[in-house]
């Protein structure tokens, strides 16, 4: 064989490589994204939810311990006041409940940034307040309309590296939840955002003292409607008040109400309580031996003030007191009163 045959040869090989390589390039796409179709419909089928990576968690992998979010494939995955990073999976992944097993109606008023929850009566409507809230909303709050309590989370990532404690999706991107901390620690408070619940204050977001945060994440189920209205009336049971923070500077990390049992709050207003009950006691203590030094006086000597003139031989009476024109009268059945 020549080398002019062995050259055609090379080159007819050569040839038919590249024209292998181009169609697995082609195929080895289409294959894919089959592939991928086909685990869709397998997903729809089931009416699964759909697990997926968002770019933001990779560059936050560090900041909670799921990475990995559980969505419903429907429009209210964003959250205004939170991103979708670094949460734990919903508490309500069960078919909402029936209308008639849910026990509680919440009525949230924009204008006194109030939160009060109803009961029902005993014709089945929602008209018997039984507990009230003081809240702070914010700008993206909506104004009016009435939602329903879905998902809920013991921490969710907000926006601003923050996170929030017992948060319940209202509608969309509005939760209910607690003041901001900045990591999922209890001990960090941002308690200068404590200090304004009661006045506008978040991105749109509900924000509420841990306890209160806590008894709807506890009692008002999936399904729950949330009315949204704005009245000068904060509603039937008035506005609750919170505790300042800011000058408690060796506990204000933490929300005073947290029930956990490790919130130094509890011995901190167990020892407040007792240091004022001292005081008092003091001040107390201090007031009687005043009057007992004056007895002791008046006993030992005769006073003379004025038009009064007060004999003291015998013991004189407990009660002492100063007249307008500044005679001093001693009360007893034993003492001599003259007066001139």
């Known amino acids: 064989m020549g080398n002019k045959q062995i050259k055609i040869k090379n080159k007819e090989r050569l040839i038919i490589a590249i024209c292998i390589f181009l169609v697995i390039l082609i195929l080895l796409p289409l294959f894919i994204i089959f592939n991928f179709q086909k685990q869709n419909k397998l997903l729809s089928k089931k009416d699964s939810n759909i697990l997926y990576y968002n770019e933001n968690e990779f560059e936050n992998e560090n900041k909670g311990d799921d990475d990995v979010i559980v969505v419903n494939v429907d429009d209210e995955n964003e959250t205004y006041e939170s991103q979708p990073t670094n949460e734990e999976k919903p508490k309500n992944e069960e078919t909402k409940p029936k209308v008639q097993n849910i026990p509680y109606y919440i009525k949230i008023n924009n204008k006194a940034n109030t939160v009060t929850v109803y009961k029902k009566d005993a014709k089945g409507e929602y008209t ?54 900045t990591s999922q620690d209890k001990s960090t408070l941002e308690w200068w955002e404590y200090d304004k619940l009661g006045e506008k ?104 003030k004025d038009n009064t003139v007060i004999d003291n031989k015998n013991e004189v009476a407990n009660e002492i007191k100063e007249t307008n024109n500044n005679n001093i009268i001693i009360n007893n059945n034993t003492n001599v009163i003259k007066q001139n």
């Open 201 to 304: 204050a978040s991105l749109g977001c509900i924000r509420l003292k841990v306890e209160d945060a806590k008894w709807i994440y506890d009692n008002c189920v999936s399904g729950t409607k949330v009315e949204f209205y704005s009245d000068s009336n904060p509603g039937p049971l008035g506005k609750p008040t919170a505790r300042k923070i800011s000058d408690d500077e060796e506990v204000r990390n933490w929300d005073p109400t947290d029930p956990d049992k490790n919130n130094p709050w509890n011995e901190y207003l167990k020892r407040k309580e007792e240091n004022k009950k001292q005081e008092e006691d003091n001040k107390q203590e201090e007031k009687n031996q005043t009057k007992e030094d004056i007895v002791v006086q008046a006993t030992t000597n005769s006073v003379s």
């Open 128 to 181: 018997v307040p039984i507990k009230a809230m003081i809240c702070s909303i914010g700008d993206a709050t909506p104004e009016s309309g009435v939602f329903s309590i879905s998902d809920k989370y013991t921490w969710r990532f907000l926006q601003g590296d923050v996170y929030g404690q017992y948060a319940c999706r209202i509608t969309g991107h509005i939760l209910f939840h607690s003041v901001p901390y």
